[in-house]
């Protein structure tokens, strides 16, 4: 339903010579600003500035205003030079000054008279506190991803250590599909969290606060987690806003490698355990970036591949060996007996065996006397399957392979089911002048998975009775879906004097799409195993067209049309207050 969502916070600047203006946070790009003043505290319009990216040497210019404010938006997250340059005065310079993902970093500069060839250069230091902004946020560099432990190296994880954020991480690996970040913020459960990679929304249509994909540890530069209070550019949620900057080339060609290997034989023994189960995991990939044309185009390119085995045992219960004899002797031509004798267990039992008594006609009835024919017992199993991920990444284009296996106590069920997402983001920074600038994104999503069933003349039957292990596959394969994200989004930023104005729109199209063959063919049910070698099941389910009364496939159709549109507004009414004035409204 529409919403509308008014925003009105006002921010104290308590912290001597913080006098830069406010401007509203942005999804995936950086601003710095600051106020140029003399040694006198007055202000200095018309200065020069420059802002150099250091591992790209791109710079984007800028002049202080009336009142010696300047802002610089738009900008990648890295590193930069901020120089300040006017006649009459010495230039004045910072470096290494750390910009990251969503943030306004404020860069003021006092000018000592002298020429313009001495300069005074000092390094970049990173507040302590965050003035610029009235949100609850934090953000998590690359420092902190390479060092931190990840389960399934996916830095998502992370995002449970921010301030405001509750609840425990999902332990899914990146190739793991449709997953949530098992977290909530303020005061939302975790269907209504949001989250954008590069501007790009990856949010699961049908499935609320889940995504798509999650890129992997080489590629992701960093992320900024909002927990509370953000501005009038976020909306569509109203949980955790998490955005996602992935890495691009600089200057400087380089590159990583990287193996991590586990088995069986890396490990000690659990205390209950007689022997080692068998397991092998690798978890492999690499990353190379650098320039194409030296400051001015550049590329990056990173690579995971998971190959992994990880077998389980368990006890099952199945038919023994002296009932499928007694089936196909008794009943040659049933159901029964073609389904135990085409899809029979690992094994029989021999021991631990259980005489049920005798099938007697109808549902649900059957003599409990034994017949000294033993009917069911245990035996153990082991399911193995081969578990596959590759994921590539550019700075624009994502694409991942996975497929997980499907096992059952009947081998001859085992199918696997692939699945394959991508993303396309392409974005553009118009300058159209030192106080206009636009952001165009289009964003486009695209996942497809496709369950084949190995033994289309199997039913499944969900329930044989007693435990006894069933037969065909699950009940919703097969199955193909498909769903694509579409997302175009124009920002519009305008500098005029102590206000930054920042408007904009979103247009988002979803549409999900799926093929259930799987009504096609029959489920049952049957209340015990003595039913089940009878033929005489206890529920029946499939699809069926009304018209003909034969079975049919059924579609699935979920499409959302979404729109936004939001204006902001920070302005600086003093040095230490800033009024951050917004609307959107979500459709």
């Known amino acids: 339903m529409p919403r509308i969502r008014v925003c009105l916070v006002a921010l104290a600047c308590a912290c001597l010579g913080l006098t830069s203006a406010a401007l509203a946070a942005q999804q995936q790009l950086g601003t710095i600003q600051g106020t140029i003043t ?10 020069a500035i420059t802002v150099t990216n250091l591992d790209t040497n791109i710079s984007r210019t800028a002049t202080s205003n009336e009142t010696g404010v300047f802002r610089v938006p738009s900008l990648d997250p890295g590193r930069y030079k901020v120089a300040a340059e006017l006649q009459g005065f010495k230039t004045s310079a910072q470096t290494d000054v750390v910009l990251s993902v969503g943030t306004t970093l404020g860069v003021n500069f006092t000018m000592a008279p002298g ?121 569509r949620n109203s949980g955790a806003m998490v955005s996602v900057i992935t890495k691009g080339g600089t200057n400087i060609l380089s590159g990583s490698a990287f193996e991590f290997h586990r088995d069986q034989t890396l490990r000690s023994k659990g205390f209950f355990e007689t022997t080692k189960a068998p397991f092998r995991r690798n978890d492999y990939g690499g990353s190379v970036g650098g320039p194409i044309r030296k400051d001015h185009t550049f590329f990056f390119f990173s690579f995971e591949g998971l190959r992994e085995q990880t077998p389980s045992s368990q006890l099952a219960t199945v038919e023994t060996k002296q009932l499928v004899d007694w089936v196909t002797a008794t009943r040659p031509n049933s ?21 049920l008594g ?77 106080r206009t600038v636009n952001e165009a994104n289009f964003g486009f999503v695209r996942q497809d998975g496709h369950a084949a069933d190995p033994t289309p003349d199997a039913p499944t039957i969900t329930a044989v009775g007693n435990g006894v292990a069933g037969f065909g596959v699950e009940f919703w394969h097969p199955i193909e879906f498909t769903q694509m994200n579409y997302q175009l989004k124009d920002t519009l930023t305008l500098n005029r004097g102590t206000h930054s104005f920042r408007t904009g729109g979103e247009a988002r199209l979803g549409n999900d ?15 015990s195993v003595l039913d089940f070698v009878d033929d005489e099941a206890f529920s029946e389910e499939r699809a069926v067209d009304p018209a003909t009364g034969k079975s049919t496939t059924a579609y699935g159709k979920y499409i959302t049309n979404e729109w936004s549109l939001f204006f902001q507004d920070n302005w600086k009414v003093r040095p230490n207050l800033t009024l951050n004035l917004g609307l959107r409204y979500d459709n």
Do not use: C
């Open 358 to 434: 005798s099938p007697l006609p109808g549902t649900n009835v059957w003599s409990t006397t034994p017949d000294g024919i033993p009917d069911v017992g245990q035996v153990p199993v082991t399911l193995s399957g081969q578990r596959n991920g590759d994921q590539y990444n550019g700075r624009s284009y994502y694409l991942s392979n996975s497929s997980s296996p499907y096992l059952y106590v009947r081998s001859q069920f085992n199918h696997p089911y692939p699945f394959r997402d991508q993303l396309l983001n392409i974005a553009h920074t118009t300058v159209i002048s030192n």
């Open 115 to 235: 020429t313009v060839e001495e300069a005074i250069q000092v390094r970049g230091i990173a507040p302590d506190i965050q003035t610029e902004k009235a949100d609850v946020s934090a953000v998590v560099e690359q420092k902190k991803i390479t060092d931190l432990p990840l389960v399934g190296r996916n830095v998502l994880s992370l995002a449970a250590l921010q301030p405001g954020i509750n609840g425990i991480p999902s332990s899914a690996d990146i190739f793991a599909t449709e997953q949530g970040l098992g977290l909530t913020a303020n005061g939302v459960r975790e269907g209504g969290n949001n989250a954008t990679v590069d501007g790009a929304s990856i949010n699961n249509g049908p499935w609320a606060g889940t995504m798509l994909l999650v890129p992997n540890v080489e590629a992701v530069q960093e992320f900024q987690v909002i927990a509370n209070n953000p501005s009038a550019e976020y909306g």
């Open 38 to 47: 003399d040694q006198t505290h007055g202000v200095l319009p018309g200065v």
């Open 513 to 527: 799409g799926a093929t259930l063959h799987h009504w096609q063919r029959p489920n049952y049910t049957f209340q």
């Open 335 to 355: 159901n029964a007996a073609y389904l135990f004798k085409k899809y029979a267990p690992p094994a029989y039992p021999t021991s631990g065996l259980q005489d």
